[in-house]
């Protein structure tokens, strides 16, 4: 049984918002810097920014993009997981929550 805290501390593994940034600002190729500028922008809604920018599992990225969220499943060969929360810990965002009850359905 997979809960919010285990997702949070087994299926997300790296903050990469510096990475994701600094590469936006002026990659050496155009591809990664098309891909990194994509993770800048939430594109179903200008009402949640991307805030953060997280390395995960592949098996949380698939999970993640099923329901709606940004995420490039190929960023460099990193699935890059562009997350519109902030200020709270990833156990307590919605979508995380929601795969959870899924899964344990």
Not at 41 to 50: C, G, Q
Not at 71 to 95: K, M, S, Y
Request: glycine share 6%; net charge negative; charged share 25%.
């Amino acid at each position: 049984m997979k809960t919010p805290q285990f997702i949070a501390e087994h299926e997300v593994l790296c903050y990469a918002s510096t990475l994701i940034l600094t590469i936006a600002e002026g990659s050496p190729t155009a591809e990664l810097f098309n891909q990194a500028c994509l993770l800048c922008e939430h594109p179903t809604s200008e009402e949640h920014d991307i805030l953060e920018h997280w390395i995960v599992t592949d098996w949380l990225a698939k999970k993640l993009a099923a329901r709606g969220e940004t995420v490039d499943e190929d960023f460099a060969g990193l699935p890059i997981w562009g997350r519109t929360n902030h200020g709270q810990g990833i156990e307590e965002d919605d979508v995380i929550i929601e795969i959870c009850d899924a899964i344990n359905a």
